[in-house]
Nanobody, 120 residues
Framework: QVQLVESGGGLVQPGGSLRLSCAAS????????MGWYRQAPGKERELVAR???????NYTESMKGRIIIFRDNSKNTVYLQMNSLKPEDTGVYYCNGNLWITALQNLEFWGQGTLVAVSS
């Protein structure tokens, strides 16, 4: 059974920083891509950042220049470093993983979500 376990959320003042982490555990063949999504109150879940197994990244326009996604393949962990946070960055951040369950099959998995609240 595959699990994505997130950590690092919390309350931060505007202009502050947070680092989220997401570790994949369980039985899988390999990781294809991992990313972070955000769901703000009353809004749909949206992509924040994504990184492929080749290291290619993409970011949401609203946070470009303020966030970096990176991964530690030896730990099956992806990180999201967020700087210069704004109140509009507030939301529940979900880790997403596209994992190869076998050499021929990949599936999407989600973490339980971690709350990021940016407020003075």
């Amino acid at each position: 059974q595959v699990q994505l376990v997130e950590s690092g959320g919390g309350l931060v003042q505007p202009g502050g920083s947070l680092r989220l982490s997401c570790a994949a555990s369980g039985s899988f063949f390999a990781i294809n891509a991992m990313g972070w999504y955000r769901q703000a109150p009353g809004k749909e879940r949206e992509l924040v950042a994504r990184i492929t197994n080749g290291g290619n990244t993409n970011y949401t326009e609203s946070m470009k220049g303020r966030i970096i996604i990176f991964r530690d393949n030896s730990k099956n962990t992806v990180y999201l470093q967020m700087n210069s946070l704004k109140p509009e960055d507030t939301g529940v951040y979900y880790c997403n993983g596209n994992l190869w369950i076998t050499a021929l099959q990949n599936l999407e998995f989600w973490g339980q979500g971690t709350l990021v609240a940016v407020s003075s």
